[in-house]
């Protein structure tokens, strides 16, 4: 009997032994991780007041040239596309109902089947789009912005949902695939100069929404347009009269302003720059787009957890205080499900806080994590190192 208990012991204690160890090589190995992310967000940091001067020259240049008509809709004025649009286009998830897309999938597949060495022009005639119609994309002429959260589903799922962080977005990647069908269809018709316009207003609609990949995709539009219009001008150079290209050095101006306001909102910058963009009104390119940026990150980083303990990348009563203002300032800036989201979580809503908790995890890290300080201070430190993987804010080092 004694040997018995002596052996349960001595399996106890290494078992205990094992598990410290195991836990001390765990630790060791994510705070390595720490380490190296921190030195990346210092890093970022440097850069966003290096270019901060760059910023907001790139941005003033694009507004006196009411880049994209985006001077059009703003302060929420003009005509919303939503209504129009959003139950034209597919949503990802996909809706539980049925629905009817204004491009059939079968086009959509013939398109993807194509392949081509050089230039997606190599292939237009390859598909035959004789019988799509392409006559509702005059509709869109009507619309100053689009804002697709305005969809019955979106705010159907919200309601089903109430606690969730993702939420549905439009199917980007079918927008792609209408833009280059109607480029294709105005050339085999012999009516390119209507699909110049048609995909210049459609550029515009996705470019006027508060969202870092509908700029981008829209901005990509843009880049494509030339390459198209170089393509079929060979054959009729009428399609140039009275049509301006965008310039590829303005193109560029954006996708440096959109990725800086997703790098500052990202990197947890200290307030001078928040403070410059928001409180001295330097900001004037979208600056919904910008508040909305902002509140997104906060409301993730909230929704893990982030305790005093975790020092710099905590959000205190400064924070806090700071962007309910920015947000009480700015009424016309439609913040949805992300404004109430925001105020619930600054109730600390004991309730709501386990509810996220328990519904989602961040890269596959289950939430019980997120428990243990430095696993939830590498799992931020993870989620912002987006900015670095993808050089966000480099990008003006190129230019």
């Known amino acids: 009997m004694y040997k018995i208990k002596k052996t349960n012991n001595i399996i106890l204690i290494s078992l205990l032994l094992l598990t410290t160890f195991g836990f001390l090589i765990i630790s060791y190995y994510y705070k390595e991780k720490i380490n190296k992310y921190n030195d990346s967000i210092i890093k970022n940091k440097k850069l966003a007041y290096k270019y901060f001067p760059r910023f907001i020259k790139d941005q003033n240049i694009l507004v ?28 990802e998830p996909k809706r539980p109902f049925k629905y009817k897309t204004v491009v059939p999938k079968k086009y959509i597949e013939q398109l993807n089947k194509l392949k081509f ?9 390859k598909i035959d789009l004789s019988t799509l119609n392409f006559d509702w994309m005059t509709s869109l002429h009507k619309f100053s912005y689009w804002n697709p959260e305005k969809s019955k589903y979106f705010r159907s799922f919200l309601k089903k949902n109430p606690f969730t962080i993702s939420v549905p977005s439009i199917n980007f990647s079918e927008l792609l695939d209408i833009y280059r069908l109607r480029y294709i269809k105005g050339a085999q018709d012999g009516k390119f100069k209507q699909a110049l316009i048609d ?43 009275n ?65 005093k303990s975790d020092d710099f990348i905590y959000i ?56 243990i300080p430095f696993l939830r201070k590498y799992i931020f430190l993870k989620m912002i190192s987006f900015i670095s993987k993808h050089r966000l804010l480099e990008i003006y080092e190129e230019s």
């Open 316 to 371: 205190d009563g400064k924070n806090i205080v700071f962007y309910n203002k920015v947000i009480n300032s700015n009424p016309k800036c439609e913040l949805g499900h992300l404004k109430t989201r925001w105020f619930q979580l600054q109730k600390y809503d004991k309730t709501y806080a386990k509810i996220i908790s328990n519904n989602h995890t961040i890269f596959n890290i289950p939430s019980i994590y997120l428990k």
């Open 64 to 91: 006196n040239l009411n880049f994209l008509n985006m001077t059009s809709y703003k302060d929420g004025k003009g005509k919303d596309a939503a209504d129009f649009l959003n139950d034209k286009i597919s949503w």
């Open 117 to 125: 060495k050089n230039s997606f022009t190599e292939v237009t005639d």
């Open 243 to 307: 049509w301006k290209p965008i310039k590829e050095l303005n193109i560029k101006r954006a996708e440096r302003v959109v990725n800086y306001l997703l790098a500052v909102s990202m990197s947890r910058h200290d307030s001078l720059i928040t403070t410059e963009l928001f409180k001295n009104n330097k900001l004037k390119f979208f600056p919904c787009f910008a508040i909305k940026n902002n509140i997104s990150e906060l409301v993730r980083l909230m929704s893990i957890g982030l305790k």
């Open 199 to 241: 995909n210049r207003k459609l550029a515009e609609l996705i470019f006027s929404q508060d969202s870092t990949i509908a700029k981008l995709i829209a901005l990509s539009i843009i880049r494509t347009e030339k390459e198209f219009l170089k393509h079929y001008a060979k054959s009729d150079k009428s399609i140039l009269s």
